[in-house]
């Protein structure tokens, strides 16, 4: 859940999610070599990694096309090769990178491996429904907001908001989110595209209300201003329900890596990286 911009900023939660067809095929693909450059090998499996990346997800090309993702692999391990010769897997920016994509790679892996191993109960989804669209009226909000990382400066803007500034104005100048160019405008959303706090925040508010206080989330601190609501009808089950079954996927992954940094030893040795500072 999110307010519609500033979204979760999970090493890319939304790629961990995507569960690569590439990754699932490859599980049972054997590994049979197609070639070796140089003593390197390819195998099968590289090559049905490569083309679902690159073809949604379909692997059963005719031979022709299959020789053609075969000769890019080839073409991208020379290149590969020549770059290790030249050590450019020395330079700290190339090194960085290596280390970012294995990083990448292994937590998408450990995603997909938490999603499989419980998967989402329909009941559980059905609770979620009857919670989200049949307990509760179906209503939209348009609102803007202003994401600063200090409590202090957050409401210090609102003091301004209440002398008479302009919000869009101030969000321009001040919000750390993208939204900040468009005045803080966050379009048309509802409570479940939201984090918890933002939601409440927003369905307290009167139409073109401001926040009086400064609403925190793991994002910083947001002043909101309620632009519109309106009603909407209430979805069929089958239209949200893989809306719903990744809300909490999403919800169990946060969790997760918020139980991992509770029990990780995480030191800074920037004073400016330490979110307590």
Do not use: C, K
């Amino acid at each position: 859940m999110r307010p519609v911009s500033f979204t979760f900023t999970r090493l890319a939660l939304s790629a961990a999610l995507g569960l690569t067809a590439s990754i699932a095929l490859a599980q049972d693909t054997p590994r049979t070599v197609l070639a070796q450059i140089n003593g390197e090998p390819v195998t099968e499996r590289e090559l049905n990694q490569l083309v679902a990346q690159q073809t949604q997800g379909q692997t059963d090309l005719p031979a022709v096309q299959r020789r053609q993702f075969l000769q890019e692999i080839i073409n991208l391990m020379l290149l590969s090769q020549a770059g290790e010769q030249a050590n450019l897997d020395d330079d700290p920016d190339v090194s960085a990178q290596l280390h970012n994509s294995r990083r990448t790679t292994l937590a998408q892996a450990f995603v997909r491996d938490i999603t499989r191993g419980e998967p989402v109960a329909e009941a559980t989804l059905r609770e979620r429904y009857q919670s989200a669209y049949v307990d509760n009226p179906n209503q939209e909000y348009r609102a803007r907001h202003i994401l600063v990382q200090e409590q202090d400066q957050a409401q210090g803007i609102i003091e301004r908001l209440a002398n008479g500034e302009a919000f869009a104005e101030l969000a321009r100048q001040y919000s750390e989110d993208g939204s900040a160019e468009q005045g803080g405008d966050l379009g048309w959303f509802s409570s479940n595209d939201m984090v918890a706090p933002f939601a409440d925040a927003v369905a307290q508010l009167d139409t073109g209300a401001v926040t009086q206080a400064p609403i925190e989330t793991r994002f910083g601190w947001h002043v909101i201003q309620l632009d519109e609501t309106r009603s909407m009808p209430t979805p069929e089950f089958a239209d949200v329900a893989e809306a719903l079954r990744r809300q909490v996927i999403n919800e169990r992954i946060q969790n997760r890596i918020d139980a991992l940094r509770t029990e990780a030893q995480i030191e800074y040795s920037a004073s400016w990286a330490d979110p307590d500072q």
